[in-house]
């Protein structure tokens, strides 16, 4: 598996900026509400694309490294961390 770099994930955020900026010029312009429509469900898609990479790299590099780790209590964190990104994303 590849090592997802920062260049990858800036990259992705920078398109999904231009997305959103499109879609503000769309609604200026008063484009036909199912164009935007589509046009927010692509920003949603890169959005969570995005979140995929980001965990991925978060999984392979922070919580490998503190679960490998002698300290208990950094193993505790990251495991924590990883819950209450899930339940926040849960509750929305």
């Not at 469900?41 to 694309?49: G, V």
């Amino acid at each position: 598996m590849a090592e997802i770099r920062k260049d990858q994930l800036k990259n992705r955020a920078l398109s999904i900026q231009g997305h959103v900026g499109a879609v503000a010029r769309m609604i200026d312009e008063d484009a036909y509400c199912i164009d935007i429509l589509k046009q927010t469900q692509a920003i949603e898609k890169a959005i969570d694309k995005l979140n995929a990479l980001l965990l991925e790299r978060h999984l392979n590099h922070c919580v490998t490294t503190a679960i490998r780790g002698n300290k208990p209590k950094e193993r505790e964190r990251v495991i924590k961390e990883l819950l209450d990104v899930f339940v926040t994303a849960s509750k929305i």
